[in-house]
């Protein structure tokens, strides 16, 4: 005699899965974290069981009605699943200090420095003139005396 094949049994599988899908799911995330800005995380963990093999991520903002949003770099590529743990307190906190920083030392080049040439090079600043004619390379500025020619 030959060893019973299993076979599929069409309606059985049909019922198992109308059974699965009315067994209640999990709507609401877990909150992960928050991050300055005031944004809460939210996380519903995979379940590979109902055909879900990775965890969905969203945020609440603060505003709901405000549509530029601002999200720190860290928390939007835990979103995207780009990294794997959510960012710690501490990990904020310290780029946060960095980013402060380097505004600081815009604005300090920008006072110093203030315009750029055609390459994206700071210049130093001129001196102002006296009056309030602007000053132009291309014109005399002692009469008689012809401009710099470069």
């Known amino acids: 005699m030959a060893p019973k094949t299993p076979s599929r049994d069409l309606i059985k599988i049909i019922i198992n899965n109308f059974v699965n899908s009315l067994r209640p799911r999990q709507i609401k995330g ?12 939210y996380e519903i963990p995979a379940n590979p069981s109902i055909g879900k093999r990775k965890p969905s991520r969203y945020f609440v903002p603060t505003d709901k009605e405000s ?7 860290e928390w939007e590529a835990w979103l ?8 710690t307190r501490e990990e904020l906190v310290r780029n946060l ?9 815009a604005a300090e080049l920008e006072a110093t420095y203030g315009a750029k040439d055609d390459k994206g090079q700071l210049l130093p600043k001129e ?7 602007p000053k132009y390379n291309e014109y005399e500025i002692i009469p008689g005396k012809d401009p710099e020619k470069k």
């Open 30 to 41: 877990n909150l992960i974290g928050e991050d300055y800005f005031g944004n809460k995380y």
């Open 67 to 73: 549509f530029d949003q601002e999200l720190t770099a």
């Open 80 to 87: 995207r699943g780009r990294r794997n743990e959510p960012p």
């Open 97 to 105: 200090s960095i980013m402060e920083m380097k505004q600081r030392n």
């Open 127 to 133: 001196k102002e003139t006296i009056g309030t004619f």
